[in-house]
C-alpha cells in the first residue's frame, strides 16, 4: 500500500514550456485534491475532484488545467510555464465519509526559468 | 469562506521546554480543524484533528490541542520538545462535505528546537 504517488520529484521547465504532474493513490479514496505550496503562503488549492469525473476550481486555478483519470489518478497540467508557477506541488486524497482526513503526497518540486 | 491565520512565522524553544504553536480561524460554518507536520523535504503527515466531542484532542508523537469555540482557536501545544520536533506546523480547517471538503491552511510556523 503505497499511499499518495507523485512524478516526477522534481522538475525544471524554461518559460513557456508545459508538462504534466502525475498522482496516483491506492487507498480507494473518492475525493483527491492539488495544492501548491510556497514560502509564507501555507498550502493553497488549486483544483480537486470530489469524485471520479468531476473536477472543480480552488483558490488559485489560474494557469493550470487537470483530468480525473480514473479513481486512482488525478494529473495536473501546465501548459505554458511560467515563473510564478515555480512552487511545490502536493498531490491529496481523501476517503468517502472518512471524517475528512486528507493524506498527502510527497511533493514535485518544480522550477521555471 | 473560511480562514486560518497561524500567530507565529518562527518559534525557536530550547529541547524538554514546553511549546504552544497558535492557531486562530474564522469560519460561517461548523468546522473541522486539523494540525499537519512537515518534516524537511517531505510531505504533510496528520498530527492531530477536531471532529466533534471533546474539545481536546490528543495525537501522534506527544502532542495535543484545544479546540475554542468562543476564541474561534485551535492552539498546538507540547509539554517537552525534542529535537526531532523540528519541522513546520500547519492548522487547517473544512467546512465539510458543504464545501467540498477543502481545505484551508494557515501559513506555517517553522518550529526549531535546539540543543
Known amino acids: 500500500n503505497a499511499g499518495v504517488t507523485q512524478t516526477p520529484k522534481f522538475q525544471v521547465l524554461k518559460t513557456g514550456q508545459s508538462m504534466t504532474l502525475q498522482c496516483a493513490q491506492d487507498m480507494n479514496h473518492n475525493s483527491m485534491y492539488w495544492y501548491r505550496q510556497d514560502p509564507g503562503m501555507g498550502l493553497r488549492l488549486i483544483y480537486y475532484?470530489?469524485?471520479?469525473?468531476?473536477?472543480d476550481k480552488g483558490e488559485v486555478p489560474n494557469g493550470y488545467n487537470v483530468s480525473r483519470l480514473n479513481k486512482r489518478e488525478f494529473s495536473l497540467r501546465l501548459e505554458s510555464a511560467a515563473p510564478s508557477q515555480t512552487s511545490v506541488y502536493f498531490c491529496?486524497?481523501?476517503?468517502?465519509?472518512?471524517?475528512?482526513?486528507?493524506?498527502f503526497g510527497p511533493g514535485t518540486r518544480l522550477l521555471v526559468l | 469562506a473560511q480562514s486560518v491565520t497561524q500567530l507565529d512565522s518562527q518559534v525557536p524553544v530550547f529541547e524538554e521546554a514546553p511549546v504552544e504553536l497558535r492557531c486562530n480561524y474564522s469560519s460561517s460554518v461548523s468546522v473541522y480543524l486539523f494540525w499537519y507536520v512537515q518534516y524537511p523535504n517531505q510531505g504533510l503527515q496528520l498530527l492531530l484533528k477536531y471532529l466533534s466531542g471533546s474539545t481536546l484532542v490528543k495525537g501522534i508523537n506527544g502532542f495535543e490541542a484545544e479546540f475554542n469555540k468562543s476564541q474561534t482557536s485551535f492552539h498546538l501545544r507540547k509539554p517537552s520538545v525534542h529535537i526531532s520536533d523540528t519541522a513546520e506546523y500547519f492548522c487547517a480547517v473544512t467546512g465539510g462535505e458543504t464545501s467540498g471538503s477543502r481545505l484551508t491552511f494557515g501559513e506555517g510556523t517553522q518550529l526549531t528546537v535546539n540543543p
Open positions: 491529496a486524497s481523501r476517503k468517502p465519509g472518512g471524517h475528512e482526513t486528507q493524506y
Open positions: 475532484s470530489a469524485s471520479e469525473g468531476t473536477t
